[in-house]
């Protein structure tokens, strides 16, 4: 009686993931169906099966060079992941094992910058660039996508290495490690799966910035946002050429987000248990 | 810690070396099909300026208003040449962001350009940007259905035989909305269309004091007889249509009447879109008699911005893209029909034109019947007439706009919507220091 109900419980339970599942992935689902159809069909109302047209997307790709976009997409999210790694790695680091009356502050103010609006910062941040001539720079655009995301990647790390006993540091200081091995050969192989669910959140996040990547870029440093962006038309039917766009900015993330699963799972739910 | 800066330095010098090298201009534009065909020749223009290199920029609408706005008033210096309406360059112009266009060449012939489209875009007499398509607004039409409906559409409607042929055409079991117009709101939306179509009632946004006239008899009229038209005749969920929605209601055959973008002709008549292709007539906007009728005028236009360093190479490229010379490129490539419409009067004169174009001497009367800088029937002190060419519009526009759709809606009353329509612009006029 009892496995009858847990069998039930899980059924249960399974379609109502599946359910939730499918919520979720739904609107990135009709997406992708519509870039099969042509304009007409696109703009006729819900309809889940589309004629099978690729008239989109070699249109899409005659107008501009996915490449390129793609190119600088790559760059971006991974350059300014590494850039956050190197800043946020020691920052989590001292904060999780050598805490002191104000980290739990430190980190709540680094966090309240995530929570103003960042059109609100548009016009400094723009003048800044202006001035330093970082304006359509990766470099420019690496540093401010790294910034953005850094309070993230700080969090994420510091509860990671909070997982740490520290006793294993200890001992290690107690072998004569010093600070750098201690962070390099102790702490960083232990932390690993922490270190690599943050870099692809990060990468994640990264590549689906549109504020600033499209407002700081003009051409050499547009990514595929920006590219997304060219086929909405004012005037002109563009659903189905924009979801053919968006189905090919989004691919690689998918991808990679499919193929890296297990460790993103494994890392975001690191240290749940105890 | 030397190092990385070190390497952070070099990287953003090398960033800096790559940009600077070359001649190249950077040209930020909207998707529109006129646009993209343009980017498609720049060979032409390429091979006659080998030392120019083109790079573009193309953004959705909204967009790219806001990326060459932030540009422009940081004088960023990101764009040699921007793709703008009629509606910003007055603005513009005035605040010193863009230089005048004097250098155009010999052959350029800027007496040329229809005469209200040119009057849109100078201050001052001097011209800030060349009209690189021109548009007005008319009625599109089903012949058939008009037929069927036992009326014949004169050249030149009121807006009360519109109403009696709405009324006709109306066949909701079969899915014919004797009427479609814009309902979506946004200054670009629903207030273009509502704010042309208030010039033909006698209203204005402004009286020549700048008070708001939204507590008018005119505007009441107006607002109330597109209320009672859409209701009675219009498709379902329309104040959540805009250009594109009603595009493709018309083509599907589900619209008897179309007021907008006279652009919109060369859609509802191509056959390969379209499902009524070859039943579509054309006729000039309504009117109340008045004297004024509810035809706007839009040109999207190049410009230079002021911050630019490349004014020479930059208007070299403004004077190909807006000459008599592409237009031929174009016509030789691609046929008559597909040459950006609204600029040129030699366009219209142009008996191969005509041919192609069935639409072309209705849409060349459309945008001779407006005027923007006398766009109303009573004295204002703005130009422009779907929009008031001030730089508060943009926000007030779409204000009203939603106040207008949501009586569309059936959210509010009429009444409501323009007491609330009221306040908001005599708030926003206030606090801009127009009323003092």
């Known amino acids: 009686m009892a496995r009858a109900v847990t069998t039930r419980h899980k059924t249960i339970a399974t379609a109502a993931a599946w359910i939730v599942a499918l919520l979720i992935f739904f609107p990135i689902l009709y997406t992708i169906i519509t870039s099969f159809k042509s304009e007409q069909e696109a703009i006729q109302g819900f309809n889940l099966i589309p004629s099978g047209t690729f008239e989109s997307y070699s249109e899409v790709q005659a107008q ?7 190119l600088n997409s790559v760059l971006l999210s991974v350059g300014s992941t590494i850039l956050a790694l190197l800043v946020a790695i020691p920052a989590a680091w001292s904060m999780a094992f050598s805490p002191t009356k104000r980290t739990k502050d430190i980190l709540m103010w680094m966090l309240s910058t995530k929570m103003m609006p960042a059109v609100a910062v548009l016009f400094p941040i723009y ?25 993230i990647v700080v969090w994420m790390l510091y509860t990671y290495f909070r997982e740490i006993p520290g006793e294993i540091l ?55 946002t920006a590219f997304i962006s060219s086929f909405s038309s004012p005037q002109g039917l563009f659903w189905a050429k924009l979801s053919a766009a968006s189905t090919l900015a989004i691919a690689p993330i998918l991808i990679m987000g499919w193929f890296s699963q297990k ?12 | 810690m030397k190092l990385r800066t070190l390497t952070l330095g070099l990287l953003s010098a090398s960033a800096l070396a790559f940009a600077a090298h070359a001649e190249s201009i950077t040209i930020a534009t909207v998707n529109n099909g006129d646009m993209v065909r343009m980017q498609k020749l720049t060979d032409d223009f390429t091979k006659a300026n080998p030392d120019i290199q083109l790079n573009w920029v193309t953004l959705e609408e909204n967009v790219l208003r806001e990326r060459v706005t932030t540009d422009i008033a940081t004088k960023g210096g990101q ?28 052959d350029y012939d800027v007496k040329d350009i229809i005469p ?48 009696q042929a709405a009324d006709k055409m109306t066949d909701r079991a079969n899915g014919v909305n004797g009427v479609c117009l814009r309902g979506k709101a946004g200054w670009g939306e629903n207030m273009a269309f509502l704010t042309a179509m208030s010039n033909s009632f006698g209203a204005r946004w402004f009286d020549e004091n700048w008070k708001p006239q939204f507590d008018q008899p005119e505007w009441k009229k107006t607002l109330q007889f597109y209320v009672d038209l859409m209701k009675a005749d219009g498709p379902e969920g329309a104040s959540s249509n805009g250009f594109n929605e009603n595009l493709a209601l018309f083509q599907q055959g589900k619209c008897g009447m179309w007021i907008d973008a006279t652009v919109a002709a060369s859609f509802v008549s191509d056959p390969k879109n379209s499902t009524v292709a070859d039943k579509v007539g054309y006729a000039l906007a309504p009117d109340n008699g008045l004297g004024k009728r509810g035809n706007w005028l839009w040109a999207w236009s190049l410009a230079i911005p002021a911050g630019t360093k490349k004014a020479d190479a930059a208007e070299k490229f403004v004077s190909w893209a807006t000459s008599k010379h592409y237009a031929e490129l174009v016509a030789s490539k691609e046929g008559w029909a597909n040459v950006p419409p609204g600029t040129r009067s030699s366009l219209y004169a142009n008996p191969e034109y005509q041919k192609a174009a069935p639409f072309a001497k209705m849409t060349l009367e459309s945008i001779n019947a407006a005027d923007p800088t006398h766009p109303t029937v ?33 959210q509010s009353s009429v009444d409501d919507a323009l007491k609330q329509a009221q306040d908001a612009a005599t708030a926003t006029m206030t606090e801009g220091g127009y009323i003092k």
């Open chain 1, 64 to 70: 501009s060079g996915y490449f390129k976009f793609f």
């Open chain 1, 127 to 151: 003048l800044i660039f202006r001035d330093t001539g970082l304006l359509d720079s990766r470099i420019g655009l690496m540093v401010m996508l790294m910034l953005i995301n850094l309070p």
């Open chain 1, 170 to 224: 200890e001992a290690a200081r107690m072998d004569g490690a010093s600070l750098w091995n201690e962070i390099i050969y102790v702490l960083t192989p232990m932390a690993v799966p922490g270190i690599a669910s943050t870099m692809l959140l990060n990468i994640i996040l990264a590549w689906n910035e549109a504020f600033w990547t499209i407002r700081l870029t003009t051409t050499d440093a547009a990514p595929l």
């Open chain 1, 263 to 274: 460790q993103l799972v494994r890392g975001l739910t690191f240290g749940a248990v105890k």
């Open chain 2, 79 to 106: 764009y040699d040449v921007m793709t703008i309406g009629t509606y910003e360059v007055p603005i513009w112009a005035k605040q010193s962001w863009l230089l005048p266009l004097d250098k155009l060449g010999a």
């Open chain 2, 116 to 163: 209200a489209i040119a009057g849109g875009l100078s201050v001052d007499g001097k011209l800030y940007a060349a009209p690189f398509y021109g548009e007005s607004s008319f009625v599109m039409y089903r012949k058939d259905l008009m037929e069927k409906a036992g009326l014949k559409m004169p050249d030149a409607p009121t807006w009360d035989f519109i109403k």
């Open chain 2, 378 to 410: 009573k004295p204002v002190p703005y130009v422009g007439v779907q929009f008031v060419a001030i730089p508060e519009f943009q926000g007030l526009g779409t204000t009203v706009g939603q106040l207008f759709s949501a009586a569309l809606a059936g």
